[in-house]
């Protein structure tokens, strides 16, 4: 024991997640140590000055793509967008208006 009382000498322990040998980068979701380092191979490449500005540019080419190889997909798309109009995004109203009697 220390002089004095307390804790015993020994390592203290700690809480919470175990420490990561590397930390992690905030991209908005995890990525392999190759593709990130693809990501910033890409920005190299191009004149994107973040990995999430190279993200959203290879998403919407990908999308571009569904919409002109895949049946049905465009359509959907142009539905959905529809029906989010008027919406604000990632919003959802939860409560129905009261009537007034």
């Known amino acids: ?3 004095g009382g307390g804790r ?4 203290p322990r700690r809480r919470g997640r175990p420490s990561r040998t590397e930390p992690a980068e905030q991209t908005g979701y995890r990525v392999t140590a190759a593709v ?3 990501l910033l191979l890409a920005m190299a490449f191009t004149d994107a000055r973040t990995i999430q500005e190279v993200i959203d540019r290879a998403v919407h080419e990908f999308l571009g793509q569904l919409r002109e190889s895949v049946p049905g997909f465009a359509e959907a798309a142009e539905a ?3 029906s989010a109009t008027g919406r604000p995004d990632n ?7 009261r009537s007034r009697s």
């Open 80 to 82: 959905a967008d529809a």
């Open 1 to 3: 024991m220390q002089e």
């Open 91 to 97: 919003v959802t109203n939860m409560r129905q208006p």
């Open 36 to 38: 990130r380092r693809q």
């Open 8 to 11: 015993p000498d020994e390592t």
